[in-house]
């Protein structure tokens, strides 16, 4: 910091520990602890890399060591980390939490929208209590247990089809409508570390967001689902008219605002009719065929335009 901040303060202000600015040979060597055990007097002069120690206000128990991802303090709750999380912020706009099929909590994304942008910070349970990091793998399809009880067996044989998109508040944008949506947590480059079993043999309908990372994210969710068993039938659905980086939650909000701008004129389009627009879509697009694995190059430039997703060379 060119104003002159101590180090200790810019790693409090990005909720990250110190020791992250450790050289690597000052580390904590392979050898873990138990939660509780105290280091030797050697280690004890030198400062240790792993070995968390929470500000004095979110106390965490000392000597906890933290696998070489986690950079936070191990906290005691949830709600002990989430009151460091906020501390410096403020309370989130958003929090979306991750269960397991058993509904119990592995994570939180919460997520600041300020006029600078957006900042987003996960917490996750882990051995020992809480941190302010990423969830370890595998992590949990968001709303995992609304899936689960939505794609049990049913005696008509019908399961409604999953609507997978890159983002929670993407994924609360289709819930609002009645759809079953999902998302994967960490981002566009983290799919790969969601547990998609919960999928298998599933109707997948993949919304990329509106650009390249857009893209990139549907092909990686494409290549996880290909290898369950059983097979989930696939299609990709490019959305129309969205702005550069839209998802569905700009399409929803675009319908919404045409809802309420026509209410005078009485034509406003219901929530029936724009999941019957999505449903329409979805007829446009042929499923991906498993022996012709998602491709990024056959995928139209026109972000209007939805066509199958595998098509014969010519």
């Known amino acids: ?72 303090p191990v906290y005691r709750s949830r709600d002990d980390a989430w009151r460091y999380a906020t501390s410096i912020r403020g309370e989130p706009s958003h929090a979306w939490e991750y ?3 058993a509904g119990e909590c592995l994570g939180i994304v919460l997520r600041w929208d300020k006029p600078e942008g957006k900042t987003i910070r996960p917490l996750a349970r882990v051995e020992g209590g809480w941190i302010i990091g990423a969830m370890p793998a595998p992590r949990p399809l968001y709303c995992l247990p609304e899936i689960n009880q939505q794609l049990a067996p049913r005696s008509d044989s019908f399961a409604p089809p999953v609507y997978t998109v890159e983002g929670e508040k993407a994924a609360d944008a289709g819930r609002s409508l009645g759809l079953l949506c999902t998302t994967s947590s960490g981002g566009s480059a983290a799919a790969h570390q969601t547990d998609w079993s919960p999928l298998a ?22 290549r996880e689902l290909l290898r369950l068993r059983p097979l ?73 335009l939805n066509q199958p997703l595998s098509q014969p060379s010519t």
């Open 232 to 304: 989930p039938q696939i299609r990709q659905v490019r959305l129309p008219h969205l702005p550069k980086g839209g998802d569905l939650a700009d399409f929803v909000a675009a319908r919404e605002s045409d809802r309420s701008g026509s209410q005078a004129t009485g034509s406003q389009p219901s929530t029936a009719q724009i999941v019957a627009e999505i449903e329409s879509l979805c007829t446009q697009v042929s499923p991906v065929a498993p022996a012709q694995p998602y491709k990024e190059s056959t995928m139209p430039p026109d972000p209007t």
């Open 201 to 222: 043999g599933c109707d997948i309908v993949l919304l990329p967001d509106n650009d390249e990372a857009g893209r990139k994210y549907a092909a990686a969710v494409c």
């Open 1 to 72: 910091c060119h104003a002159g901040c101590a180090p200790e303060a810019i790693c409090r202000a990005l909720a990250l520990d110190i020791s992250i600015l450790m050289p690597e040979h000052q580390r904590m060597p392979n050898k873990q602890r138990k939660v509780g055990e105290m280091p030797d007097q050697a280690s004890e002069a030198q400062p240790v890399g792993n070995l968390c120690e929470a500000p004095p206000h979110a106390p965490a128990t000392r000597g906890v060591c933290c696998t070489p991802n986690w950079t936070s």
């Open 99 to 101: 269960h397991n099929a």
